[in-house]
C-alpha cells in the first residue's frame, strides 16, 4: 500500500501524498511516520536510547501521526480561506509555483491606457450580452397570460412588447442601433490602438510562457494525480459536440450505408409530388447500386473547396445533384423530412447508447427567413411521431440540445418576385424569422407546434461565408434595406441579438426557457466581426482569426467567450492544421473545445467526435489533462440543462473551475486551480493597473521576488556547513 510518511522535519513526496490523501481517509492503522536512517534499524536501533529518549520518542510520533491525521482530512483549497483562516496544509503541496520578475518600465503609461480600454470594452460586453443597458418597465406585466400582451415589429426594426390599454407604451427596450453602431465602432478603434495591442500581446505571450513553465514543473503531478481518480478515465467522461450541422452530422460512410439500404428496400417510393419513385431518380440519373460508394457520392471535401465557400456548399449534393439533398437531407419535402429524420436518429442513437465513449451533441436545423411557415414546418418535423422499427418517436433525445441556425442569405431572398412589384427590405425576414416565436411565446394554445419545439432549443447561430463582400451599414433600419448587397455582418448580428433579447426578457418573465446567441464567426473575413460577437454572444463557432487580433484574443481570455473550435473543417475550406491557432489558444487558457462542424465532409470514422480529438492530440502533442480540460469547456459551453451539467461537472460547477468535480471531470485539481489563478491574476493585474497602481505593482513585486531568492540562499546556507563553490554565487 501507498504510505504517506512525514513529521515536522518536512513534507511527504507531493505525488505519494496526494494519492493517499482518499486512501488514509478512515484509516487508522496506516504508519505516518517519516522514514530516517535510524527508523530503519527497528528494535536495534532503540537499544542504543534511554528510557526516557524511548519516551519522548513515541510521544513525538503520537503527536505527529495526530497531526497528519488531522491535515489529511483536511479538503483541497478551491479557493482562498475565509479573512483570518489559514490555507490547509494540501494547498502548499498542490502544484509548483514558479513567480514572474518584472522589472522596472515593465508598466508604463501606455499600459495603463491599455488597460482603461480593456475596461471600457468589458463595459461594453455587459451592457448588451450582459442586459445592463436593455430596460424592463413595469416587468409584472410580462407575466400576464391573459391574452392583453400583444407584439408588433417596431419601425426600428426591434420587436416591441405592449400591452392592449397602452400600444404606446413599449414594455422592454434595448440599445438602438445607433447606440450599437458607436459602440462598435469605438471597440474597433480601441483593439486597433498601439497601446492596448502592446499590453495585450504581452499578457498572452505571459500566459504561454506560465502554461510551459507549468507543464514543465507539473505535468508528472498531473499525471500522477489524474491516474489517482479511479471511476472514470476519458471515455467515461462527458464530451459534447457543441458545433455540428444535422444536415452534415452522419458520416459519408453512414449516409452510403442509409441511401443503399433505401434504395435496395424502398425503391418503389414516392419522393416527388410527380410521382417519381426513388428508383426512377436514380435510374433518370444513371445510377444503380455499384454507384453506392463514398468516392461516388462525392461528398467529402478535398483541395477543391479550400477558400471555397461556394464549391464548400456544392459538397452537400451526393453525385452533385439537388434532388439527392432535397431527398435525404430536408426536413420539408414530399416525405416531409422521413429519411433526414431516420437519418439523424442514427447519429442521435450512437450518441445515446454511448458507443465508445460518453458524448452528446448540439445540432444545427435552419430557419432562413424565406417564408411565415418556416418555423411550423420545422416544429411539425421535430415533433412527428416517426414510425421506425429501430428508432422511433420525435426528433427529441436526451443527447442532443437543438440550436436554430440563421443563414445571411439576404442576397438570394431580396431577389425573390413581389406581388407589388415593389423591392423587399430586410424587415421581412425579421418578421419572418421572429413573429412566429413571438406568436408561440405570447399565444402557446393557439400555436402549440412552435411552442413546443421551443422547448427543445437551446441557442441561435448565425452561419454563412464570412468572407463575401459586405456593404457597409451606417445606421439603416431593416425597412430601409432593400439594396441587393448584404448587409455588414455586425449590423445584421445587432438585429438578431435585440430581437432576441426582447425575446428572452418576455419568455423568463414566462417561466420559459431562453436562447443562447452562438454564431460562427472568425473563420474568415474580416476579424473585426470578432469585436461584434465580443460584445453581443455567449460563444462562438471557429474564431481563429483572433490569432489575427491580440487585442480582441486578450478579451476573450479575460471573459472566457467559448470557442467551439474544428480543426479538420477549418483544414479543408480555410486553414490548414499546422497552422491552426487552437494549441496556441488552449495553452494561453481561453475557453477553448473543439467539435466537428460537418462529419459528412470531413470526417472517416464513425465516431466523428472522438476523431477530431485523436487527430488533435497527435496534431498538437495533448496530454491527457490537456484532452479532458477541454471535454469540461464542452459542457460549459453547451446549452444543457444544469442538472444534466451537475452530473457531469459537479454539484457546485458554477461556483468556478476549482469547483468541478475532478472525480467526475477527470481534470486534476492542479490544472484547475493553475487556470484558475492566473485568470483572477490578470483580471487583479488590469484592475490596478488601470486606477494608476502600476509602480506599486512593480515594487510589492520588486519585494516578493527579493524573499524568494532569499529563501533560495536560505536553504543554501542553512544546509550546507560549507557552502560549496559555483558561478555567480554571489547573485544569491
Not at 272 to 293: C, I, K
Not at 634 to 658: A, H
Request: glycine fraction near 6%.
Amino acid at each position: 500500500m501507498n504510505q504517506t510518511r512525514f513529521t515536522a522535519l518536512g513534507p511527504p513526496n507531493p505525488i505519494d501524498y496526494l494519492r493517499a490523501v482518499q486512501k488514509a481517509r478512515g484509516d487508522d492503522t496506516m504508519d505516518l511516520r517519516r522514514y530516517d536512517s535510524d527508523d530503519e534499524g527497528g528494535d536495534q536501533a532503540n537499544g542504543n536510547l534511554s528510557t526516557t529518549d524511548l519516551f519522548e520518542r513515541e510521544k513525538r510520533k503520537a503527536l505527529e501521526e495526530e497531526s497528519c491525521k488531522q491535515q489529511l482530512e483536511e479538503p483541497p483549497a478551491r479557493e482562498r480561506p475565509q479573512e483570518g483562516a489559514a490555507w490547509p496544509y494540501r494547498e502548499n503541496l498542490s502544484f509548483t509555483r514558479s513567480l514572474t520578475f518584472y522589472g522596472a518600465g515593465a508598466v508604463t503609461q501606455e499600459s495603463e491606457s491599455a488597460c482603461l480600454y480593456i475596461q471600457h470594452a468589458r463595459n461594453m460586453r455587459q451592457k448588451y450580452f450582459g442586459g445592463k443597458a436593455v430596460h424592463v418597465s413595469e416587468p409584472q406585466l410580462l407575466e400576464d397570460e391573459s391574452g392583453r400582451l400583444l407584439f408588433r415589429m417596431g419601425p426600428d426594426g426591434v420587436a416591441e412588447i405592449y400591452n392592449q390599454d397602452a400600444p404606446d407604451n413599449n414594455l422592454i427596450h434595448v440599445p438602438s442601433i445607433d447606440k450599437f453602431r458607436k459602440d462598435y465602432d469605438r471597440l474597433v478603434e480601441m483593439c486597433s490602438e498601439g497601446a492596448m495591442r502592446s499590453y495585450c500581446f504581452q499578457r498572452l505571450q505571459m500566459l504561454s510562457t506560465n502554461y510551459k513553465m507549468h507543464t514543465t514543473m507539473n505535468s508528472a503531478v498531473e499525471r500522477q494525480e489524474q491516474s489517482s481518480l479511479l471511476g472514470t478515465d476519458f471515455y467515461r467522461t462527458m464530451k459534447i459536440d457543441n458545433h455540428i450541422h444535422g444536415a452534415a452530422s452522419m458520416t459519408a460512410k453512414q449516409f452510403v450505408e442509409f441511401v443503399r439500404g433505401k434504395l435496395e428496400t424502398e425503391g418503389d417510393t414516392i419522393v416527388f409530388q410527380d410521382d417519381r419513385t426513388l428508383s426512377h431518380v436514380f435510374r433518370d440519373a444513371g445510377l444503380d447500386l455499384d454507384h453506392m460508394t463514398i468516392d461516388a457520392f462525392n461528398v467529402l471535401a478535398d483541395y477543391s473547396v479550400y477558400q471555397r465557400f461556394d464549391n464548400f456548399n456544392q459538397q452537400f449534393s451526393p453525385f452533385a445533384l439537388a434532388d439527392m439533398r432535397r431527398i435525404f437531407l430536408k426536413s420539408t419535402n414530399h416525405q416531409n423530412g422521413r429519411y433526414f429524420a431516420e437519418l439523424l436518429k442514427i447519429v442521435l442513437n450512437r450518441h445515446e447508447l454511448s458507443k465508445g465513449h460518453n458524448s452528446a451533441c448540439e445540432m444545427r436545423l435552419s430557419i432562413y427567413g424565406m417564408e411565415r411557415e418556416e418555423w411550423y414546418d420545422l416544429a411539425k418535423w421535430m415533433l412527428t411521431d416517426w414510425e421506425h422499427d429501430d428508432f422511433p418517436g420525435p426528433m427529441i433525445s436526451s443527447h442532443n440540445r437543438w440550436l436554430v441556425q440563421i443563414p445571411r442569405l439576404w442576397r438570394i431572398y431580396c431577389q425573390k418576385p413581389t406581388m407589388n412589384g415593389k423591392p423587399r427590405s430586410f424587415m421581412e425576414m425579421l418578421e419572418n424569422i421572429f413573429e412566429p416565436l413571438f406568436d408561440a411565446t405570447l399565444h402557446p394554445d393557439e400555436y402549440p407546434e412552435i411552442a413546443e419545439a421551443m422547448k427543445h432549443i437551446v441557442g441561435f447561430d448565425s452561419v454563412d461565408d464570412e468572407g463575401c463582400l459586405e456593404e457597409v451599414c451606417g445606421n439603416e433600419r431593416p425597412q430601409e434595406w432593400t439594396s441587393d448587397k448584404n448587409p455588414s455582418y455586425a449590423w445584421q448580428l445587432y438585429y438578431i441579438w435585440a430581437n432576441m433579447e426582447v425575446l428572452n426578457r418576455l419568455r423568463s418573465a414566462r417561466g420559459l426557457n431562453t436562447f443562447a446567441f452562438r454564431p460562427h464567426a472568425g473563420e474568415t473575413g474580416d476579424p473585426m466581426h470578432l469585436a461584434a460577437t465580443y460584445i453581443l454572444c455567449q460563444s462562438i463557432n471557429h474564431g481563429i482569426l483572433l490569432d489575427m487580433q491580440v487585442s480582441l484574443q486578450y478579451l476573450y481570455y479575460l471573459d472566457q467567450v467559448g470557442l467551439s473550435i474544428s480543426p479538420l473543417s477549418n483544414n479543408f475550406l480555410f486553414r490548414k492544421i499546422a497552422d491552426n491557432p487552437f494549441n496556441k489558444f488552449f495553452r494561453r487558457g481561453l475557453n477553448v473545445t473543439l467539435s466537428t462542424d460537418d462529419p459528412l465532409l470531413f470526417h472517416m470514422s464513425d465516431d466523428a467526435l472522438l476523431e477530431e480529438y485523436s487527430v488533435a492530440r497527435a496534431t498538437f502533442d495533448l496530454s491527457m489533462t490537456d484532452m479532458m480540460e477541454m471535454a469540461r469547456n464542452s459542457v460549459l459551453q453547451s446549452g444543457f440543462e444544469n442538472d444534466f451539467k451537475r452530473k457531469w461537472l459537479g454539484k457546485d460547477y458554477q461556483r468556478g473551475l476549482t469547483f468541478c468535480d475532478e472525480n467526475i471531470t477527470h481534470v486534476p485539481l492542479i490544472r484547475a486551480k493553475f487556470r484558475a489563478e492566473h485568470l483572477a491574476i490578470e483580471h487583479m493585474l488590469v484592475q490596478l493597473v488601470a486606477a494608476g497602481k502600476g509602480s506599486r505593482v512593480l515594487d510589492e513585486m520588486k519585494v516578493q521576488f527579493g524573499l524568494a531568492r532569499d529563501a533560495h540562499r536560505k536553504v543554501l546556507f542553512e544546509n550546507f556547513e560549507s557552502v560549496p563553490e559555483f558561478p555567480e554565487r554571489g547573485q544569491l
